[in-house]
């Protein structure tokens, strides 16, 4: 089955805006996942595939007998479970877990736990972007680090995308000579989009693995922690949910004060590290981390999300309102 037509990226630039790629990607999506039922007990966090109408009127539920009250696509919260118990309902119609497959890439990288050489660090991606998957319901298959060198960076491709819906990499897509996964995505099937104008988080490579019968959607994540974190929440989530038939692809954004001034480049989307502080006056206001660096992992600990400035702004003031962007909303 083919996920995207051909031509879906043609004109991209070298430098794209993050809503031009998304924009262009997202309407091309069709859902690869098949449908199951599942027992009400099995399905938070799962997207509806089927819509759920009251079959009757139901005290205590402001439904007309007919009524739909659950769409398809929802991703279900515990409340959506409630509405199905409510109307009768003891079974729903969901999408099956997404097929990833997950690799890290880089010699740098060792196993968390094993002895480290000169020079290496542990592979944390690995394990965070894997619960990331986990987390809104895709069955993440983590298949190790891949070497610095493209045959076997392609083999691994190549291999996962035989048995796997999505193939999602970490690592060794920017522009240095040990960055094999650009070379092998082009090897191995399209390359649609490589940069983003966002900070963190510019090497992303979006594209297709070739495979018979269609393409494997492809998603290579950048190495440093702080950018997989930001480009899984505002790239990678909202393909893998269109590819697991939602339709609320956005993440839940809060308006807010910033408690902080900032400066920063025209026509970048830039997102900073920001924890949430009650002012003299009762309201939520985001205070930035005082680091920037993307490899800073402490920064996600000591952060409750992300502050999106968009392209046009160059300089934020104390008091100006913000987006927000809590970790959880993954």
């Not at 039922?37 to 799962?46: C, F, I, N, P, S």
């Not at 104008?197 to 070739?210: D, E, M, N, S």
């Not at 920063?264 to 981390?289: H, M, N, Q, S, T």
């Amino acid at each position: 089955m083919t996920q995207l037509t051909d031509d879906c990226f043609a004109g991209a630039g070298a430098l794209t805006p993050i809503e031009a790629a998304l924009d262009l990607i997202l309407p091309r999506l069709v859902p690869v996942t098949a449908e199951e039922t599942v027992d009400l007990a099995q399905a938070l966090g799962r997207i509806l595939r089927r819509d759920v109408a009251a079959p009757a009127d139901v005290p205590g539920v402001a439904a007309k007998a007919g009524t739909v009250q659950l769409r398809a696509g929802r991703r279900l919260g515990p409340q959506d479970i409630w509405l199905a118990a409510a109307l009768g309902a003891t079974r729903l119609i969901v999408s099956r877990p997404l097929r990833v497959a997950l690799f890290s890439t880089g010699d740098e990288l060792a196993p968390p736990g094993a002895p480290l050489a000169p020079g290496q660090i542990y592979d944390s991606n690995g394990q965070t972007v894997g619960a990331l998957l986990r987390r809104f319901g895709a069955h993440c298959t983590y298949s190790g680090i891949l070497a610095d060198r493209q045959a076997e960076v392609e083999r691994a491709l190549a291999s996962a995308a035989a048995e796997h819906e999505v193939v999602v990499t970490s690592g060794g897509v920017s522009t240095g000579e040990e960055d094999h996964v650009k070379a092998a995505l082009e090897a191995l099937g399209t390359l649609h989009v490589w940069r983003l104008a966002i900070k963190p988080g510019r090497p992303v490579a979006l594209g297709q693995l070739r495979r018979d019968g269609g393409g494997v959607p492809f998603i290579g994540l950048p190495g440093n922690p702080v950018a997989a974190m930001v480009t899984f929440l505002r790239v990678a989530r909202p393909i893998l949910l269109a590819l697991m038939g939602g339709s609320e692809l956005e993440p839940v954004r809060y308006r807010l004060r910033a408690a902080f001034e900032h400066r920063k480049k025209r026509e970048r989307r830039e997102f900073l590290r920001a924890r949430l502080v009650r002012e003299p006056d009762g309201a939520l206001a985001a205070v930035k981390f005082p680091r920037e660096g993307a490899g800073i992992l402490s920064s996600l600990v000591e952060a409750d999300g992300l502050v999106e400035l968009p392209e046009s702004l160059t300089r934020l003031e104390p008091g100006a309102m913000v987006d927000f962007l809590p970790f959880d909303a993954a």
